[in-house]
């Protein structure tokens, strides 16, 4: 399967707001240990889930730290393909 062929995956900080439940953003971020600021661009889509925070997701939440860097790679790769870009040529010489 083509990531053309994907469906549009989820922002993944819609999925943490799902995980959060009836916890703020404030008691989260102090719990993480990261501002609430940064937290709260990651929740509205103003950033994406770096390495760290997957590190620091999965130990509060219980999961894999690759279920939070892939969900946010998947997102990311799903939105490049999708955005007009020039067309490249395959290099001659490649693999």
């Known amino acids: 399967m083509t990531i053309s062929q994907m469906h549009n995956p989820p ?10 439940g009836e916890m ?3 008691a989260l971020a102090k719990h993480l240990r990261v501002s ?3 937290l ?3 929740l509205n889509g103003a950033a994406g889930i770096s390495a760290d925070m997957s590190l620091r997701l999965s130990e509060a939440m ?5 279920f939070w860097y ?5 997102y990311d790769m799903w939105q ?4 007009k870009r ?3 040529a395959r290099l001659e010489n490649a693999a």
């Open 36 to 38: 609430r600021v940064i």
């Open 70 to 74: 892939d969900m946010q790679a998947s």
């Open 11 to 20: 922002r993944p900080g819609e999925v943490l707001r799902e995980y959060m």
């Open 80 to 83: 490049a393909a999708h955005k």
């Open 62 to 66: 219980g999961t894999h730290p690759s």
């Open 86 to 88: 020039p067309r490249i």
């Open 24 to 26: 703020s953003v404030t």
């Open 40 to 42: 709260s661009r990651i």
